[in-house]
């Protein structure tokens, strides 16, 4: 079965500060796709950022990259200059391509940026 | 426009009662799904539907019955409902097989008193 764990669960940063939320998964599918979810108080879940398995390029998203390492099972988030609407619980989240392609969240990291 | 509108958003209930929770996407969507996201904020799926069938069925209460009648519906129907089922409930939809993300509705609070 798939899993996908947060170790963090709580990070705080000053305003413009770098962050970085961890994200390890467990899968024995060799193609798959990944994302980070955010979750402002407002409880809607926004994309952040995504990344297929096969690419091996890091995806970004302006102030926000992605640091894939495939053969650790790791997908982590890093926020550059980090800004106070950036405070959210962030989630990792996997779906594999073959069968039921579960959509699988880890346990959220809460991320407050103090001004 | 909404992409996934859930209703209603919040819903207060005495235990024992009966609700559902409707939900629509008008994203053209194949697969449609319902999470359960609990005071602690995680997020566990509960059903998943690929056109119209039952595909994932997590180890949820049979209390629990979802009802898709059509490819832009998901709907979750709760018998009987318990105190511990309070929580936020999430209706989300994906197009399968694709580097897509899945759209999310805006949650509903359900309260059991």
């Known amino acids: 079965a798939q899993t996908v764990t947060q170790s963090q669960p709580e990070m705080s940063v000053q305003e413009a500060e770098t962050v970085t939320l961890s994200c390890t998964y467990d899968t024995s599918e060799n193609n798959y796709y990944l994302f980070w979810y955010k979750q402002p108080p407002s409880r809607q879940m926004i994309l952040v950022i995504r990344q297929e398995a096969y690419k091996q390029q890091n995806a970004t998203e302006n102030r926000f990259s992605v640091n894939f390492q495939k053969a650790a099972k790791s997908f982590s988030l890093k926020i550059s200059d980090s800004q106070l609407g950036d405070t959210a619980m962030y989630f990792c989240?996997?779906?594999?391509?073959?069968?039921?392609?579960?959509?699988?969240f880890g346990q959220g990291t809460r991320l407050t940026i103090n001004p | 426009d909404t992409a996934v509108s859930q209703t209603p958003k919040y819903l207060v209930t005495q235990m024992g009662n009966d609700k559902s929770i409707k939900c629509e996407q008008n994203?053209?969507?194949?697969?449609m799904y319902w999470y359960k996201q609990d005071s602690k904020k995680f997020l566990k799926i509960m059903f998943s539907?690929?056109?119209?069938?039952?595909?994932i069925n997590e180890t949820v209460p049979n209390r629990f019955s979802p009802k898709s009648p059509d490819k832009a519906h998901l709907n979750l129907h709760i018998n009987s409902l318990e105190l511990g089922d309070s929580a936020v409930y999430f209706c989300?939809?994906?197009?399968?097989?694709?580097?897509?993300?899945?759209?999310f509705g805006q949650g509903t609070r359900l309260t059991v008193v």
């Open positions: 989240a996997f779906t594999g391509i073959q069968g039921a392609q579960k959509l699988v």
């Open positions: 994203l053209g969507h194949d697969t």
């Open positions: 989300a939809s994906r197009l399968s097989g694709r580097n897509t993300e899945a759209f």
């Open positions: 539907y690929n056109n119209k069938e039952l595909i």
